[in-house]
């Protein structure tokens, strides 16, 4: 199954993703469309990404099983799931900034490494 077109804006924040970018986080992915994007364009190696909301991983699985071998979900909050140096980018899209802020500042040693 393909994904509906993403927002124009999760198209921009792909584009901002370098191309030799070893490994991807997505926080707070919802429905999974920049996952997906990303999955698609095929130069990131490894995308991860991250969620409060427990369920859904298991949407994301049922909407898009032909990617359950390149995309690891992890259910957390902000970075929590995550070690310093595990990705290369993080991508905060679609979340208010007082809770960006909030998710850099909880995990100094992630947003760092």
Known sequence: TRAPQPPRRLEA?????????RAVADVGYDHGHLLVRLAERGQTPELLGLEVQPALDERFRRRFPQLAERVSLHTGDGLTPLHPGQVD???????????VL?????CPEVRDG
Do not use: K, S
């Not at 980018?89 to 809770?99: S, Y």
């Not at 909030?102 to 909880?106: C, D, E, K, P, T």
């Open 89 to 99: 980018v993080l991508v905060l899209a679609g979340i208010g900034e007082r809770t």
């Open 13 to 21: 924040v792909c584009a901002l993703v370098p191309d030799d970018a």
């Open 102 to 106: 909030r998710i850099l500042a909880a």
